[in-house]
Each structure stands twice: as C-alpha cells, then as structure tokens.
C-alpha cells in the first residue's frame, strides 16, 4: 500500500516551460516533505522541502506548493532547463516520538526530461 | 570534501554468496542509513544506526545485517544472496537525524545476484 504516490512515471517538457511534478499522499500524519533529485549512476541529492504549517516554499527556479486538504503537493520548476533533466522522488515523513529520517516514506520517482 | 562514499558500484553475485557493502563518511555525521531501490520503485529503507554501537531495523532489514562500530563507517552485510537483492543500494547519512533533515547520499553500488 503506498503511503507516497507519484502517478507520472515521466514528464517531458520544453526548454524554457514550467515542469511541474506531483505527489499525493494518503497519510493525514505526514507533516513533512522533501524531493529530491537523481541523476543517473549517482545518489540522491536533496532539492527542497516544505512542512505542514506552509502551503508554499521557494528556493529560486524551485517551489513547492502543498494542499493538505487534498494531500497533494507538487513540485514547480521554472524556467526548466537541461541540466533539470534527472528522476524527482517525492518523500514524507511522519512526527512522531523519535521521528527522523528513518521514518522517511519515498514515492517512485518522475523521470522529468527537458527537451531543447 | 568526499561525503558519502560507497564500494563497490557494481557487483554481481551467484545464488548464496555472500559480500560487504562498504559504506563511509566523512562529515562526522552521527546517522547513517542503508536504502535499496528496486527497478520502477522507490527507496526502502533497510537498516540505520543513530550512532557509532547502535543500529535498527528498517522497512526491509531480512536477509541482510548492519553493524556501527565507528562513526564514519555503515557496512552492510548480506548472508546468502537471493535474486531478490538483485538491487541499487544506496547508503546515506544525516547530522541529526530530525524529519525535516536532508539526507547526503553515496552514489550507489548495483548489484545483481544470479
């Protein structure tokens, strides 16, 4: 049953556009997220994150916008470019005693490419 | 400035053997993880430790083993390969380990067991 869902395996976008990748989630006790971004044969690096109490975070190109009603959040990325070109995972962690990284539920990633 | 640093990045094993996933880092983080992805899926999380003596279980910790005796390094260790380990596992690492805390990844290592 997954807990982080990203329904896009891929997106392809233009040079210039908006890339916009989404997450939906099923657990109300998520309180935060993070994407992160992989290009191939390296690891996970992160991106951005936004927790509950915000419906929107920014970090130049990058925004995420969350709707915790509709527990989905979604990843904009303005103007796109090629080196965006890489797979986004969607991750939510859950508060509670003790909670970390361990507690990190990952969705399976979209694979964005930015055609020139 | 190394990071997370894994060996090998790619391996492959036959039915029941048995390897050492290598994994250091050097920015003197106290938590340290172990993920594997499968093909299409996204990041399990196998086993972490909160510090050098202490590890736990995660999600998928079966068939595999963990110890911490140093702060710097994780290694993983799987006992009898099966094809289900077939996988790209990927060790991470974290200052304090709070939620909202992002992780530093190794670059992988791929592994096939036949």
């Known amino acids: 049953d997954q807990q982080v869902k990203q329904n896009s395996p891929s997106l392809s976008v233009q040079e210039g556009r908006i890339s916009i990748l989404n997450c939906d989630y099923t657990?109300?006790?998520?309180?935060?997220f993070l994407w992160y971004k992989k290009y191939p044969a390296e690891g996970p690096t992160f991106l951005i994150s936004?927790?509950?109490?915000?419906d929107k975070n920014e970090d130049g190109r990058f925004t995420v916008f969350l709707n915790k009603s509709a527990k989905h959040l979604s990843l904009h990325i303005v103007p796109s470019q090629p080196g965006d070109s890489a797979v986004y995972f969607c991750?939510?962690?859950?508060?509670?005693?003790?909670?970390?990284?361990?507690?990190?539920?990952f969705g399976k990633g979209t694979h964005l490419i930015i055609q020139p | 400035n190394a990071g997370v640093t894994q060996t090998p990045k790619f391996r492959i094993l036959k039915i029941g053997q048995s390897m050492t996933l290598q994994c250091a880092q050097d920015?003197?983080?106290?938590?340290m993880y172990w993920y594997r992805q499968d093909p299409g899926m996204g990041l399990k999380l196998i086993y972490y430790?909160?510090?050098?003596?202490?590890?736990d279980k995660g999600e998928v910790p079966n068939g595999y083993n963990v110890s911490r005796s140093t702060t710097e390094d994780f290694p993983l260790r799987l006992e009898l390969a099966a094809p289900s380990q077939t996988s790209v596992y990927f060790c991470?690492?974290?200052?304090?380990?709070?939620?909202?805390?992002?992780?530093?990844f190794g670059s992988g290592t791929q592994l096939s067991v036949l």
């Open positions: 991470a690492s974290s200052n304090t380990g709070i939620t909202n805390e992002k992780l530093f």
């Open positions: 657990n109300s006790m998520f309180d935060y």
């Open positions: 936004i927790s509950s109490i915000k």
């Open positions: 991750a939510a962690s859950e508060r509670y005693s003790g909670g970390g990284a361990d507690g990190l539920t």
């Open positions: 920015m003197n983080h106290n938590y």
């Open positions: 430790s909160v510090g050098a003596g202490i590890t």
